[in-house]
């Protein structure tokens, strides 16, 4: 089983729909964790943290976590074409950032107008 | 604004040559900095942990007399590929983190060996 697991995709949704992207880990102990996003050719871009369970809101972005499924997943509202990217998961065993990412390999996700 | 600023941002160069990759925090201090390599289509692969004033924490496989890192500073970390050759040739990133703060990656280094 991989440590942070997610749908390499490609996740293909409609213009102005919800793309819901999810991502299960295995470590227990994880504590903090985190949603990039990966334009083709540039390097991952920070869009979410989440720390406790439950949902955390900021713009068209919700991020949710459940600690006791192990699952945190990703939704996009009123999905955009500039969302089109590969999203990554990231988990860490710490809150501190100065302790080592495990990332999952991607989703891949298309936005179609 | 970016907090993590990386520098050159591409590098063409012949086989043999060494390139040296410079990853600076702005407006914090690291003690830790990460290096990544991304091949084309592929994941983000840790080549190795950057650490302050100490050797550097490579993972498994990766050559640590290939890859040379120095964090001579809370600010800085340099990546040096010794002697490259085309399949060196990658996007090198680095990211760095505060505690309680989520990382940051910089802009990447894509690195071309003829």
């Known amino acids: 089983q991989k440590e942070v697991e997610q749908n390499s995709g490609p996740l293909s949704v409609p213009e102005g729909a919800i793309a819901s992207l999810n991502c299960t880990y295995s470590d227990r102990g994880s504590q903090s964790f985190f949603w990039y996003r990966q334009y083709s050719g540039k390097s991952p871009e920070l869009i979410m943290s989440i720390y406790s369970n439950g949902d955390k809101e900021d713009g068209r972005f919700t991020a949710q976590l459940n600690k006791a499924s192990q699952y945190v997943s990703l939704l996009i509202r009123d999905s955009q074409p500039s969302d089109s990217a590969t999203y990554l998961c990231a988990v860490n065993r710490s809150n501190f950032g100065n302790e080592k990412l495990t990332f999952g390999t991607g989703t891949r996700l298309t936005i179609i107008p | 604004g970016a907090v993590v600023s990386q520098h050159p941002s591409r590098v063409i160069c012949k086989s043999g040559t060494s390139v040296k990759i410079e990853c600076r925090s702005l407006d914090f201090q690291a003690t830790t900095m990460f290096w990544y390599r991304q091949f084309p289509k592929k994941s983000l692969m840790l080549m190795a942990t950057?650490?302050?004033?100490?050797?550097?924490?490579?993972e498994q496989g990766v050559e640590k007399d290939k890859f040379l890192i120095n964090h001579a500073s809370l600010t800085l970390s340099t990546l040096t590929v010794t002697s490259a050759h085309p399949e060196d040739s990658s996007f090198y990133i680095c990211s760095a983190g505060q505690v309680r703060q989520p990382q940051h990656f910089g802009d990447g280094t894509r690195l071309s060996i003829l």
């Open positions: 950057s650490n302050e004033g100490s050797k550097a924490t490579y």
